[in-house]
């Protein structure tokens, strides 16, 4: 449901209890998640908390095919008074929906970068207009790349006691 839950997923899925999964970008927002036998699968498939992190949970089928993207598009020519984020939300509506909106790291408003969850199977590349208080302006926009998923490492916090700290801190030297 939230794409930056998404790189994520491997630790959220070990913290639920199945902690040997095999995730796969199918494209979109689509993820196979590949698990070790029938009754994990059935398992996961009735979790209650696996299933609030997802619209939804099926069975993968050999012939799965989305049409999903999702992309970086560049926009420039938007006027400044118009510079905010509700203007590039519904910019960003012209394709799909906006699922990220990049913040500039150096002051420039020449630019934004939208990422869109899109449907459209061609790239992005055409002007358009904005009219504001009886003025038009042309702006443009150019898709750049498909966004890149890359599933995080696994990380699951271990508890340990103050008792094994010590003795792990005795059997330790300290070297020059």
Known sequence: KDISSIPNLCTLLTKEG???????CLGGLWVMIELVNESTRNKLLLHSGVKSWFHVIQLATYDFVTD?????????GVPLNLWSRDTFLKIGKK????????ENLVS?????????????????????KITHRGKVYLARAKELFA????????????????DDVLHSASNNSVGQ
């Open 18 to 24: 199945f902690p040997e999964t095999n995730l796969t």
């Open 68 to 76: 999903e993207r999702v992309v970086w598009v560049d926009i420039e």
């Open 95 to 102: 394709w799909g929906e906006s699922m990220d909106i990049e």
């Open 108 to 128: 420039s408003f020449a630019r934004k970068r939208l990422c869109i969850k899109t449907n459209r199977p061609d790239n992005i590349l055409e002007k358009f």
């Open 147 to 162: 966004w890149t998923l890359i599933f995080l490492d696994c990380k699951v916090l271990e508890c340990i006691s103050d």
